[in-house]
């Protein structure tokens, strides 16, 4: 039976983004290697983004009469 992998943390994902770039700056990378770096980078780059969206979507703010509502990304 196969096991669900767990979902790494948003922090854990973007450790793994900058292995991938260090990989990537290395001089001595092959270029098969740097394509397939490449490619994991992109996709944790997606989960990265997908992680990201559902933390906004939970984001609540109070408001001045002291409720909790949803947070709107067009307000600073």
Request: a negative charge.
């Given at each position: 039976m196969?096991?669900?992998?767990?979902?790494l943390s948003l922090e854990e994902n973007f450790s793994g983004l900058e292995e991938l770039l260090d990989q990537l700056e290395r001089?001595?990378?092959s270029l098969e290697d740097a394509f397939e770096a490449y490619q994991k980078?992109?996709?944790l780059v997606k989960t990265c983004n997908d992680q990201i969206d559902?933390?906004?979507k939970?984001?609540?703010?109070?408001?001045?009469?002291?409720?909790?509502?949803a947070?709107?990304?067009?307000e600073l």
């Open positions: 196969a096991e669900k992998k767990k979902e001089e001595d990378i980078g992109m996709k559902r933390v906004e939970q984001v609540l703010k109070l408001t001045e009469a002291g409720q909790l509502e947070f709107d990304n067009g």
